[in-house]
């Protein structure tokens, strides 16, 4: 598992800011001066999660804090989870994670907590007693739902879908395939998801599952892309089988990574968030839970991004998805 430069280079000073280490009892924590806050993506090294950063870079700056932003560079839930480990012993004064998996990450931040380090997380959640608040980057709702009615209104309601997402243990795509699948239950019968396949957030192995299944499903009307990586890979897919046209594309996605794609009407719309604005009031967050000024109910001022509100007690919803089409995607530059 490797280290970034910025926390290897501060390690040996942080661990002199009295952090228990695995295994230890509860301690009392020493904040560093300026705190040091550790923020890990569910992987490094993909527009989304560049662009998370950007916006963490520019909380922390204007907060006077000290941010280190790292992870693995595959998806991986042991990986993230090693990193937590070494974030520990290092002596973070924050730790807030995406989670591959929010199960596995749950007893390390549990363990960060008991250490006296606030424990928290943005864009997938873990268990909800493992930390205080999850920066929530849209309802779980609106954006199954609306990826749902975007593909509805592509395709006349109807047909055979493919689902292609990330990994089969993120907590947020699970819950945005669950209320997709309730949506299209309750409002459009026509449409029928006939599996979920799981990409890896590979691009390359993202291709070749979508090419795989659509050659041997030639019935397929539809992919749903659930992560930022799945719809580029679909609709590259789509576009090398010459089915532009036939088999539609709508997803989680980026307008920079997937401007091309829309503007040839391989995919019909992307469902998205600001993530440079995800990143930032997740900075913003985990230096209020530092100083003890964080809440968990009613609204939290981030910054530029104003007053925030708590969707349910311990989750802040940074605000409603939004829906981008070939109309529109120029109004959008992240």
Not at 52 to 65: H, K, N, P, S, W
Not at 158 to 171: C, E, R
Not at 270 to 275: A, E, F, G, R
Request: glycine share 10%; hydrophobic share 45%; proline share 6%.
């Amino acid at each position: 598992m490797r280290r970034s430069g910025a926390l290897a280079g501060a390690a040996a000073g942080l661990l002199l800011a009295g952090c228990g280490t695995l295994g230890a009892p509860q301690v009392t924590h020493t904040v560093n001066n300026p705190p040091h806050i550790c923020m890990m993506p569910k992987l490094v090294g993909i527009p989304y999660f560049q662009d998370t950063r950007q916006g963490a870079a520019q909380a922390a700056r204007e907060l006077g804090v000290t941010l280190v932003y790292d992870g693995p560079i595959q998806a991986s839930p042991v990986r993230q989870v090693d990193e937590v480990n070494q974030w520990i012993t290092a002596g973070c004064d924050a730790i807030t994670v995406s989670a591959n998996d929010g199960n596995a990450l749950a007893p390390a931040l549990e363990q960060a907590a008991r250490a006296g380090i606030a424990a928290g997380a943005w864009d997938a959640d873990v268990l909800p007693a493992a930390r205080k608040v999850f920066v929530n980057q849209a309802s779980f709702q609106s954006i199954g739902y609306g990826l749902a009615d975007s593909m509805a209104r592509a395709t006349g309601a109807n047909g055979q879908f493919m689902v292609l997402t990330g990994d089969l243990t993120a907590p947020n795509t699970n819950m945005w395939i669950s209320y997709l699948r309730k949506r299209i239950k309750q409002k459009y019968p026509g449409m029928k998801i006939a599996t979920v396949l799981p990409m890896e957030e590979d691009l390359q192995r993202g291709i070749d599952v979508t090419q795989n299944y659509l050659q041997a499903h030639p019935n397929t009307t539809g992919v749903f892309g659930m992560v930022t990586t799945a719809i580029p890979a679909a609709a590259e897919g789509i576009q090398q089988l010459h089915l532009t046209g036939k088999v539609h594309a709508v997803g989680v996605g980026i307008p920079s990574e997937n401007r091309a794609y829309v503007e040839a009407g391989t995919t019909d719309a992307l469902v998205i968030w600001n993530p440079v604005d995800l990143g930032y009031a997740a900075v913003y967050v985990a230096d209020a839970q530092v100083r003890h000024r964080m809440p968990t109910t009613g609204s939290f001022r981030a910054g530029r991004l104003g007053a925030l509100k708590f969707d349910k007690p311990g989750e802040l919803l940074l605000g409603p998805a939004l829906i981008i089409t070939k109309k529109n995607i120029d109004r959008y530059h992240f």
